[in-house]
T-cell receptor, first 116, second 111 residues
Framework: EAGVAQSPRYKIIEKRQSVAFWCNPI?????LYWYQQILGQGPKLLIQ????????DSQLPKDRFSAERLKGVDSTLKIQPAKLEDSAVYLC??????????????FGPGTRLTVT | GESVGLHLPTLSVQEGDNSIINCAYS??????FIWYKQESGKGPQFIID?????DKRQGQRVTVLLNKTVKHLSLQIAATQPGDSAVYFC??????????FGGGTRLMVKP
């Protein structure tokens, strides 16, 4: 089966600019996650969707980050305005349902964001 | 807050030797742990998991050990191969299928 798709793979922007990332989960996966992975650290969960509803966004910096999954399939993550500390890899993952074992959470290749 | 962490940032081993990667966790209520492998430019890939009612679980060339007394988790890789070179993360499953990752250990395999 096709994996989690993300685009773009790389993005370089200046601080205070805006940027958007796109994720297409594995077909049939109801749950979608966005993670931020700063260089040298483990991924940190930003937001979790179940279909088109938000399950948890407690670690999402809502003053500048937003995410949506309008039709319960694809998702976009936006940063506006970007700061230098937002430089990281943004990972998207999906799973069949939140009740599935966490081992069924599949990750995409990520988008590497560099803010200058 | 409570978190999952790793003892060693980098581990270098000879090809064919066994590797042991360690992880300490602080949330005594954690009941499910996962090891992930992350190669350069890729997302994390599931390796093996273990529930807190177990102390050992084996996969293909990999074994995870859980010591709840000292809140310690380890990943053992037998006959380490060049393809095992990557960053390894332990992760703790929280309620609602949300993962908390540790900081990662880089495994380097010398030919």
């Amino acid at each position: 089966e096709a994996g989690v798709a993300q685009s773009p793979r790389y993005k370089i922007i200046e601080k205070r600019q805006s940027v958007a990332f796109w994720c297409n989960p594995i077909s049939g996966h109801a749950t979608l996650y966005w993670y931020q992975q700063i260089l040298g650290q483990g991924p940190k969960l930003l937001i979790q969707f179940q279909n088109n509803g938000v399950v948890d966004d407690s670690q999402l910096p809502k003053d500048r980050f937003s995410a949506e999954r309008l039709k319960g399939v694809d998702s976009t993550l936006k940063i506006q305005p970007a700061k230098l500390e937002d430089s990281a890899v943004y990972l998207c993952a999906s799973s069949v349902s939140p009740r599935s074992r966490v081992s069924e959470q599949y990750f995409g290749p990520g988008t590497r964001l560099t803010v200058t | 807050g409570e978190s999952v962490g790793l003892h060693l940032p980098t581990l270098s081993v000879q090809e064919g030797d066994n590797s042991i990667i360690n992880c300490a966790y602080s949330n005594s209520a954690s009941d499910y742990f996962i090891w992930y492998k992350q190669e350069s430019g890729k997302g994390p890939q599931f390796i093996i998991d273990i529930r807190s009612n177990m102390d050992k679980r084996q996969g293909q060339r990999v074994t995870v050990l859980l010591n709840k007394t000292v809140k310690h988790l380890s990943l053992q890789i037998a006959a380490t191969q060049p393809g095992d070179s990557a960053v390894y993360f332990c992760a703790e499953n929280n309620a609602g299928n949300m993962l908390t990752f540790g900081g990662g250990t880089r495994l380097m395999v010398k030919p």
